[in-house]
């Protein structure tokens, strides 16, 4: 076991800030109806806004991702962007591996009528979320990203699951 319970999220927030550097400031901001409308920073903001939610609320032990800020600059300035995702992966850096196992409380969506539903969850559990969230998104930019013919590293988007799974049927690995 990792002695950083955030690894996984720390290493798919560098892949992303990978990926950034390499867009001029029009591909980060490009949108295209192939991921309903949305460009790559606003796929950046979303990501970045649910590490902040959790991270804001690991003190109380209640973590909403229903509040979340939307800051428009996630979504249009790169460099910004990578600020902030630095700062989050050094954040993410800091969660002991003591308090990985911690119970909290979850909201991330609202039950049928509107109101809240809070849910029981551990920290590591919503780490691991997350990370699945990344990949999800991370997926959604590969598709943009080829579509406006821009270069993505290979297994970009992709699950540590489904990679593992690939590399084994390649005859390279037997």
Not at 76 to 95: E, K, N, T, Y
Request: aromatic share 4%.
């Amino acid at each position: 076991m990792s002695a950083v319970p955030a690894a996984d999220n720390i290493q798919l927030l560098n892949q992303l800030m990978d990926v950034i550097r390499q867009l001029t400031p029009e591909d980060y901001r490009a949108t295209t109806d192939v991921v309903l409308g949305r460009g790559v920073g606003g796929h950046v903001r979303h990501i970045y806004d649910h590490y902040r939610l959790l991270l804001a609320g690991l003190p109380a032990g209640r973590v909403d991702y229903e509040q979340r800020a939307r800051d428009a600059r996630l979504e249009q300035d790169p460099d910004f962007a990578l600020d902030q995702l630095r700062d989050l992966a050094a954040a993410l850096q800091s969660v002991p591996v003591a308090h990985a196992d911690a119970r909290i409380v979850v909201q991330s969506a609202r039950g049928a009528d509107g109101g809240p539903r809070w849910c029981g969850s551990t920290i590591r559990r919503e780490l691991d979320f997350l990370a699945m969230h990344d990949v999800h998104h991370h997926a959604l930019i590969a598709l943009m990203l080829r579509h406006l013919k821009v270069a993505i590293p290979d297994g970009f988007g992709v699950a540590p699951a489904t990679r593992r799974h690939l590399e084994a049927r390649s005859p390279c690995a037997q």
